[in-house]
Nanobody, 115 residues
């Protein structure tokens, strides 16, 4: 079972950018879809975006036009480019495979948007 490790979070001012990485312990080429999720303080984990191995993407409305998901199967890594960040984007961000490719959740990476 492939494990995922998130990185790239940090503290950024509103309007700033961050790029998150999701490194897999094994090949991701056969994983049909992978996604990013986030959990804000006091809230349930929510879906943010996913990408298929054919490159099709889907975003939750609140991040459309600001976030871009991508994957590099050769590097066994998925990315989330986050631009025009807002305070409401503050959360711990997680990555995982979807459906049958879901693995135990990792520790995530903290993103804090604050002035």
């Amino acid at each position: 079972q492939v494990q995922f490790v998130e990185s790239g979070g940090g503290l950024v001012q509103p309007g700033g950018s961050l790029r998150l990485s999701c490194a897999a312990s094994g090949s991701i080429a056969s994983i049909y879809a992978m996604g990013w999720y986030r959990q804000a303080p006091g809230k349930q984990r929510e879906f943010v975006a996913h990408i298929t191995n054919g490159g099709r993407t889907y975003y939750v409305d609140s991040v459309k036009g600001r976030f871009t998901i991508s994957r590099d199967n050769a590097k066994k890594t998925m990315y989330l480019q986050m631009n025009s960040l807002k305070p409401e984007d503050t959360a711990v961000y997680y990555c995982n495979g979807l459906g049958d490719w879901e693995s135990p959740w990792g520790q995530g990476t903290q993103v804090t948007v604050s002035s």
